[in-house]
C-alpha cells in the first residue's frame, strides 16, 4: 500500500524552529518529486514547497522563502520540512504529498499524508 | 486571495447534479497547464478526484467528471449523494509564481 506519514509537528514559539519528517512506503520513493502543503485552521489549501527525485530542484512559496529549506534522504525514504524563524501565520496542518507520476515535477497529488499539526505560539 | 478562483459554496439536494467552477489566468489554467480536483472529508486528507483535467483515479465513481477550457475549468456531481457533502479543491501550476496554486476551496452542502 502507498502510504506516506507525517511526523514532527507540535508547539512552537514565534520566531523558532522545527523540523517535520515524511516517511514513505509502498513505492520507489527516489522515483517521485514530493511537496509540503499546508492548511490553515479553517482555510484553504496553500503549496509550501517542492523537492526533485534526487533532491537537486527545491521550490518554495513567496511565504516561506528563506525561512524553510526541503530535503529528502532517499535512502531513508524520508522527506523533511525545516522550518525556521516561525510566525503566528505559519501555524497549519502541513501535509506531505506525492506527485502523481514518477519522473514528473508537477502534476496532481496523490497520495497524501494525514497531516501534522504545526502550533505558533507563546 | 487564492490564485485560482471557486465560490465559496454550493448545495443541491440529493440526485441533483453540481457544478464547481475554478477560475485562472494566462499564467496557470490558460497557459495550457492541467487542472486536478480534490475532495477533503471533514478531518481528514484531500484525496484526489480527478487528475489531467478530466481523468478519475480507479474508486471515483463516474458521477463525478471534470472539464476545462480557456482559463477555467469546471468539476461537475450527478446524483449528489449525502456523503458527497465535503470541501473541494482545483489544483493547477502557475509560471509566474514557478509552484502548484490551489483555489480557495468550496463547500457542497447536501439539502
Known amino acids: 500500500e502507498v502510504q506516506l506519514v507525517e511526523s514532527g509537528g507540535g508547539l512552537v514559539q514565534p520566531g523558532g524552529s522545527l523540523r517535520l519528517s515524511c516517511a514513505a512506503s509502498?513505492?520507489?520513493?527516489?522515483?517521485?518529486?514530493m511537496h509540503w502543503v499546508r492548511q490553515a485552521p479553517g482555510k484553504g489549501l496553500e503549496f509550501v514547497s517542492a523537492?526533485?527525485?534526487?533532491?537537486?530542484?527545491?521550490y518554495f512559496a513567496n511565504s516561506v522563502k528563506g525561512r524553510f529549506t526541503i530535503s529528502r534522504d532517499n535512502s531513508k525514504n524520508t522527506l523533511y520540512l525545516q522550518m525556521g524563524s516561525l510566525r503566528a501565520e505559519d501555524m497549519a496542518v502541513y501535509y506531505c504529498?506525492?506527485?502523481?507520476?514518477?519522473?514528473?515535477?508537477?502534476?496532481?497529488?496523490?497520495?497524501w499524508g494525514q497531516g501534522t499539526l504545526v502550533t505558533v505560539s507563546s | 486571495q487564492s490564485v485560482l478562483t471557486q465560490p465559496p459554496s454550493v448545495s443541491g439536494a440529493p440526485g441533483q447534479w453540481v457544478t464547481i467552477s475554478c477560475t485562472g489566468s494566462?499564467?496557470?489554467?490558460?497557459?495550457?497547464?492541467?487542472v486536478h480536483w480534490y475532495q477533503q472529508l471533514p478531518g481528514t486528507a484531500p484525496k484526489l478526484l480527478i487528475y489531467?483535467?478530466?481523468n478519475r483515479p480507479s474508486g471515483v465513481p463516474d458521477r463525478f467528471s471534470g472539464s476545462k477550457s480557456g482559463t477555467s475549468a469546471s468539476l461537475a456531481i450527478t446524483g449528489l449523494q449525502a456523503e458527497d457533502e465535503a470541501d473541494y479543491y482545483c489544483?493547477?501550476?502557475?509560471?509566474?509564481?514557478?509552484?502548484?496554486?490551489f483555489g480557495g476551496g468550496t463547500k457542497l452542502t447536501v439539502l
Open positions: 504529498a506525492r506527485v502523481g507520476l514518477p519522473a514528473a515535477s508537477r502534476g496532481w497529488f496523490d497520495p
Open positions: 509502498g513505492f520507489t520513493f527516489s522515483n517521485y518529486a
Open positions: 523537492i526533485s527525485p534526487n533532491g537537486d530542484t527545491t
Open positions: 494566462s499564467s496557470n489554467i490558460g497557459a495550457g497547464y492541467d
Open positions: 489531467g483535467n478530466t
Open positions: 489544483q493547477s501550476y502557475d509560471s509566474r509564481l514557478s509552484g502548484s496554486v
